[in-house]
């Protein structure tokens, strides 16, 4: 999440979190440090011409700091559940997500007023049949932050995704502020586009609780405002840094 790890608390060794929200923090972690960050899990639900499609995600990622301005990512789902409804259906899918390979590159320290980054990733099709993705995705992003006091941040994120022919952009901007000693908050809003489907817009907002130097909790709330956007997003998550 951009502009919400600058209005941490400062633990010199760990650099901060990718979630909660869209984007990840634009910061690598040191070289052999590990991070894992695991969803609690995450909802979403969409709506479209009568039927409803609603999915529960236990969405992981370990992150591993390989040295310079690189970070080594592996993602995936242990656990997919997905209930779909509408005129003379009702039916449950569930199974092991695909497997997601990322590569970060941030050349900025954690303590730099403005820092940014470049994620690129694909997701394969290895999970369970009834619930894994069609085609290869590949993804690519861009985040920055821009600390602007000691309590506040902003950022932006950029993303292309592809899917077979299908082309996804979200561009999105947010704002970070220090709640309490070991609080923060932000809001977010997104503005997406997708191949042969249109323009949509969603805004959302989530807080995130350091209860020490190596764990984090957060939770966060993500809804469609207009257009063609996932109607609502709703996610807990605990991340627990491994470094030295």
């Known amino acids: ?65 390989i040295g310079g301005p690189f970070e080594a990512q592996l993602g995936t789902s242990p656990f997919n559940a997905e209930h779909a409804t509408g005129p003379g259906v009702d039916s449950w899918s569930h199974g092991r997500g695909d497997t997601v390979l990322a590569l970060k590159f941030a050349p900025c320290k954690a303590d730099a007023a403005l ?20 085609h290869k995705t590949t993804l690519l992003g861009a985040d920055v932050n821009w600390q602007l006091s000691e309590y506040d941040g902003v950022g932006g994120y950029l993303e292309r995704t592809r899917n077979d022919h299908d082309y996804r952009t979200t561009t999105a901007l947010n704002e970070s502020h220090l709640l309490g000693k070991a609080v923060v908050g932000y809001v977010e809003l997104a503005e997406l586009h997708e191949t042969g489907v249109g323009n949509g817009t969603e805004a959302g907002a989530g807080v995130a609780w350091l209860v020490n130097r190596r764990v984090q909790l957060d939770g966060g709330l993500r809804g469609r405002i207009a257009g063609h956007a996932q109607q609502w997003m709703v996610s807990l998550g605990v991340s627990v840094f491994l470094g030295r």
């Open 1 to 65: 999440m951009a502009g919400l790890f600058g209005t941490s608390p400062a633990w010199a060794d760990n650099p901060g979190y990718d979630r909660p929200g869209l984007g990840f923090t634009p910061v690598v972690l040191s070289a052999g440090d590990i991070t894992l960050e695991q969803g609690l899990p995450t909802w979403t639900r969409d709506q479209d011409k009568g039927s409803v499609q609603s999915q529960y995600t236990t969405d992981s990622l370990l992150r591993l700091g």
């Open 115 to 134: 820092t940014w980054g470049l994620l690129g990733s694909v997701e394969l099709t290895d999970g369970s049949p009834a619930v894994r993705n069609d």
